[in-house]
């Protein structure tokens, strides 16, 4: 079975602070994707990333960066100089890549909170 | 394109009734799903459809509840007699899926539709 974790349930920093955001996987494929999707208050689930199994490279993309390790299962996201925007809920998310994604396993989500 | 569609997007029912959600996914995508989000918890795969064909359907997805895609555009949702537990976000999402082994599809999730069941 598929099992996502994220045992980080709320982070509140300051605005400008660095902050990480874990992600710890579970799958006996060996071929699989990796998603990250923020949530803000809006509700609408917004795409950031998307890794498969076979790419190890880590990814920044402006503020935003990810490390995604096999030998740990994990696949954690870092915000740099984190700004009030980016205040929302961040899922990890796991699919089989056979499934085509259509089957996505999320995490419980990190609430992160970015105080002025 | 404006997105992924939801209607309505917040429901306040008494137990024991139906409802109904509709989604209209992005025109050129082939694939609709129904995820639930309860609250705190990350949401959870109901169901999926490609065109109008509803290829797989979650445990979670009890007798009570039917979803539809009948002409491969939008979708609804109808849970019937309603339970106190049915009180969740029902997020719909649409993909274009080009093929197997063709690489995971990116979902995009419309903002939900919020029920609550008294």
């Known amino acids: 079975a598929q099992k996502v974790t994220q045992a980080q349930t709320e982070i509140s920093v300051v605005e400008k602070e660095d902050v990480t955001l874990d992600c710890v996987y579970e799958?006996?494929?060996?071929?699989?994707?990796l998603f990250w999707y923020k949530q803000p208050p809006s509700g609408e689930l917004v795409f950031l990333i998307r890794?498969?199994?076979?790419?190890?490279q880590n990814e920044i993309s402006g503020r935003y960066s990810w490390n995604f390790q096999k030998s740990t299962s994990s696949f954690n996201f870092t915000i740099t100089a984190s700004q009030v925007v980016d205040s929302a809920v961040y899922f990890c998310?796991?699919?089989?890549?056979?499934?085509?994604?259509?089957?996505?396993?999320f995490g419980q989500g990190t609430r992160l909170t970015i105080n002025p | 394109d404006t997105g992924v569609s939801q209607d309505p997007r917040h429901k306040i029912t008494k137990r024991g009734q139906n409802v109904t959600f509709r989604c209209d996914p992005i025109s050129e995508h082939n694939r609709l799903y129904w995820y639930r989000q309860t609250l705190g918890q990350g949401p959870e795969f109901l169901t999926y459809?490609?065109?109008?064909?509803?290829?797989?359907k979650s445990r979670l997805l009890s007798d009570r509840f039917s979803a539809e895609r009948p002409k491969g555009s939008f979708s609804t949702l109808e849970i019937q007699r309603t339970e106190q537990g049915d009180s969740a976000m029902y997020l719909c999402?649409?993909?274009?899926?080009?093929?197997?082994?063709?690489?995971?599809?990116?979902?995009?999730f419309g903002a939900g539709s919020r029920l609550t069941v008294l």
């Open positions: 998310a796991l699919s089989s890549s056979i499934q085509g994604a259509q089957k996505l396993v």
């Open positions: 890794r498969n199994s076979f790419d190890e």
């Open positions: 999402a649409s993909s274009f899926f080009r093929g197997r082994f063709t690489g995971a599809n990116v979902l995009t």
């Open positions: 459809f490609q065109n109008e064909a509803q290829l797989e």
């Open positions: 799958t006996r494929d060996t071929t699989y994707y």
